[in-house]
């Protein structure tokens, strides 16, 4: 068996010169094959994508495979922190296993395993269990780099207007101040709200921002320590909230949990599959909500490891069966109650995941009435009660946005939403680990023909301009040819 590399980065060297000799096999990435666009001084960016995430940086490198070289990558967050995994995620280790190929689109040297194994062996592979988190964003980093792939950070993206020539204008604040960037395709790859919010039930109205925060904002569990802490949820961040409360020294810790008992079974697991992940966009509209539906109302279940970091601790307390009714300020604590009892805390984390609601973006202002949502595609009548996927985007093959109103707003359909409110018309292609080389190459072949096609007057007219031989017409004589009138010269004999 092999060995634990001493010296991680001459293993690293290794795999990055693999990599390199299987893109050169590969022929890839292709030249730059798109004509250049300016608007008045300024560059025009093919894809402007937005988001430097799992889910970015997989696109990224699907449209750069197919030889889109003028993107773009923006980013909020600092260098380093693109995605949640080391800012809101507080698991400890991810829940996919770790045999899942990710964003390596198809190239084997571009897997985390490959990765994990040119620093620490086939020995150290054999023995993990779960991708630590945080070494799951020194891999996506690692990703970034070996594909070539610029990110723009500390930059926001304020507003998406269509412009002329087919173009969107973007607005952003970026470290320098104000820019305006022109792309001719925009990519939201925008993580788990980026088709909304964080859901925070209403009963926070009016409440005080110190007593609580919601599981994806930012919080100071150190200030929590001998603190009476509750969560209200049962998900897979409830529990790493929980348990993150708990570890920092929280005094006691309520998990509130609305049903009376926690789901056990990942009922998408038993369906994961290639088909799933292929098929599951030929489906009818019907059967799209059905699948969606019924995994929504079963729910994941948290993990078992993360549920046991909860309930390794003797001062949690898990109340089943108890929804949280009312919130009130009183004696400078909040009191909580529940159909078992009323109980005094110091402070609450919402677990409550996100909604999918599009006028929650202020970024998609402009077209906020324009996008055809589900309850606007599809008739709801028979089929059961849903909200989320109701208020869901009815989206293209490649994750554009459709029009409401045909012709009311055609610039929707060079805007593109990779992110977790595609599910109702794709499924999970644009959020979690399995599938999400699947989902990116897809959005990148839905784009490299968006631009072909726009552009097809462009390359006829470069195919009717070519001119380069290659044959010179000295290459072969026509038999049929009169044959020359002057005479041969004569051989004299010696």
């Given at each position: 068996?092999?060995?634990?590399?001493?010296?991680?980065?001459?293993?690293?060297?290794?795999?990055?010169?693999?990599?390199?000799?299987?893109?050169?096999?590969?022929?890839?990435?292709?030249?730059?094959?798109?004509?250049?666009?300016?608007?008045?001084?300024?560059?025009?960016?093919?894809?402007?994508?937005?988001?430097?995430?799992?889910?970015?940086?997989?696109?990224?490198?699907?449209?750069?495979?197919?030889?889109?070289?003028?993107?773009?990558?923006?980013?909020?967050?600092?260098?380093?922190?693109?995605?949640?995994?080391?800012?809101?995620?507080?698991?400890?280790?991810?829940?996919?296993?770790?045999?899942?190929?990710?964003?390596?689109?198809?190239?084997?040297?571009?897997?985390?395993?490959?990765?994990?194994?040119?620093?620490?062996?086939?020995?150290?592979?054999?023995?993990?269990?779960?991708?630590?988190?945080?070494?799951?964003?020194?891999?996506?980093?690692?990703?970034?780099?070996?594909?070539?792939?610029?990110?723009?950070?500390?930059?926001?993206?304020?507003?998406?207007?269509?412009a002329p020539e087919g173009l969107l204008r973007v607005?952003?604040?970026?470290?320098?101040?104000?820019?305006?960037?022109?792309?001719?395709?925009?990519?939201?790859?925008?993580?788990?709200?980026?088709?909304?919010?964080?859901?925070?039930?209403?009963?926070?109205?009016?409440?005080?921002?110190?007593?609580?925060?919601?599981?994806?904002?930012?919080?100071?569990?150190?200030?929590?320590?001998?603190?009476?802490?509750?969560?209200?949820?049962?998900?897979?961040?409830?529990?790493?909230?929980?348990?993150?409360?708990?570890e920092a020294g929280a005094a006691r810790l309520d998990?509130?949990?609305?049903?009376?008992?926690?789901?056990?079974?990942?009922?998408?697991?038993?369906?994961?599959?290639?088909?799933?992940?292929?098929?599951?966009?030929?489906?009818?509209?019907?059967?799209?909500?059905?699948?969606?539906?019924?995994?929504?109302?079963?729910?994941?279940?948290?993990?078992?490891?993360?549920?046991?970091?909860?309930?390794?601790?003797?001062?949690?307390?898990?109340?089943?069966?108890?929804?949280?009714?009312?919130?009130?300020?009183?004696?400078?604590?909040?009191?909580?109650?529940?159909?078992?009892?009323?109980?005094?805390?110091?402070?609450?984390?919402?677990?409550?995941?996100?909604?999918?609601?599009?006028?929650?973006?202020?970024?998609?202002?402009?077209?906020?009435?324009?996008?055809?949502?589900?309850?606007?595609?599809?008739?709801?009548?028979?089929?059961?009660?849903?909200?989320?996927?109701?208020?869901?985007?009815?989206?293209?093959?490649?994750?554009?946005?459709?029009?409401?109103?045909?012709?009311?707003?055609?610039?929707?359909?060079?805007?593109?939403?990779?992110?977790?409110?595609?599910?109702?018309?794709?499924?999970?292609?644009?959020?979690?680990?399995?599938?999400?080389?699947?989902?990116?190459?897809?959005?990148?072949?839905?784009?490299?023909?968006?631009?072909?096609?726009?552009?097809?007057?462009?390359?006829?007219?470069?195919?009717?301009?070519?001119?380069?031989?290659?044959?010179?017409?000295?290459?072969?004589?026509?038999?049929?040819?009169?044959?020359?009138?002057?005479?041969?010269?004569?051989?004299?004999?010696?």
């Amino acid at each position: 068996m092999q060995a634990g590399n001493k010296n991680p980065a001459t293993g690293l060297a290794t795999l990055e010169a693999r990599l390199a000799q299987d893109l050169e096999w590969l022929c890839l990435p292709p030249p730059d094959w798109t004509p250049d666009r300016k608007m008045g001084e300024a560059d025009v960016s093919d894809v402007l994508i937005v988001g430097g995430g799992m889910c970015g940086l997989a696109a990224a490198g699907a449209l750069k495979l197919v030889g889109i070289h003028k993107q773009r990558i923006v980013d909020r967050a600092p260098a380093g922190k693109e995605g949640p995994w080391v800012t809101f995620a507080r698991m400890e280790t991810l829940r996919s296993p770790k045999t899942l190929t990710g964003p390596c689109l198809g190239l084997p040297a571009l897997t985390f395993r490959a990765w994990y194994e040119a620093q620490f062996g086939l020995d150290a592979w054999q023995a993990l269990d779960k991708i630590p988190r945080a070494q799951w964003m020194d891999y996506l980093v690692w990703y970034k780099r070996v594909l070539g792939l610029n990110i723009d950070n500390g930059v926001t993206v304020r507003s998406i207007e269509a412009a002329p020539e087919g173009l969107l204008r973007v607005e952003m604040d970026t470290p320098h101040g104000a820019e305006t960037a022109w792309t001719r395709h925009l990519v939201l790859a925008t993580g788990r709200d980026g088709g909304g919010a964080p859901q925070v039930p209403a009963m926070a109205a009016g409440i005080s921002r110190r007593f609580w925060a919601h599981s994806a904002h930012d919080i100071d569990f150190e200030a929590l320590r001998g603190k009476r802490v509750a969560v209200l949820g049962a998900g897979a961040s409830a529990m790493d909230n929980a348990a993150t409360a708990l570890e920092a020294g929280a005094a006691r810790l309520d998990l509130f949990i609305r049903r009376n008992d926690i789901p056990r079974v990942n009922k998408l697991t038993g369906v994961s599959s290639p088909g799933l992940a292929y098929g599951f966009s030929n489906l009818s509209d019907a059967w799209k909500w059905r699948i969606n539906h019924y995994a929504m109302v079963s729910q994941v279940p948290p993990p078992r490891s993360s549920t046991l970091r909860v309930s390794r601790h003797p001062h949690a307390h898990f109340h089943l069966g108890s929804p949280v009714e009312a919130l009130e300020v009183r004696d400078n604590a909040l009191q909580v109650r529940t159909p078992k009892g009323n109980y005094e805390i110091d402070f609450l984390i919402f677990g409550t995941g996100f909604t999918t609601d599009l006028t929650q973006r202020p970024e998609l202002a402009t077209f906020h009435d324009a996008i055809k949502l589900w309850k606007d595609a599809v008739d709801l009548s028979g089929l059961d009660a849903n909200r989320e996927l109701a208020n869901s985007p009815y989206l293209g093959e490649a994750f554009e946005c459709l029009e409401k109103t045909p012709g009311d707003s055609p610039a929707l359909g060079h805007v593109h939403l990779f992110n977790y409110s595609a599910l109702a018309s794709l499924g999970k292609l644009s959020g979690d680990i399995p599938a999400v080389s699947i989902g990116a190459e897809r959005l990148a072949q839905g784009i490299i023909s968006a631009l072909f096609d726009e552009d097809k007057e462009a390359h006829f007219a470069a195919l009717q301009a070519y001119a380069t031989p290659e044959l010179y017409g000295d290459e072969w004589t026509d038999a049929d040819l009169a044959p020359s009138t002057e005479s041969a010269p004569v051989q004299e004999s010696i």
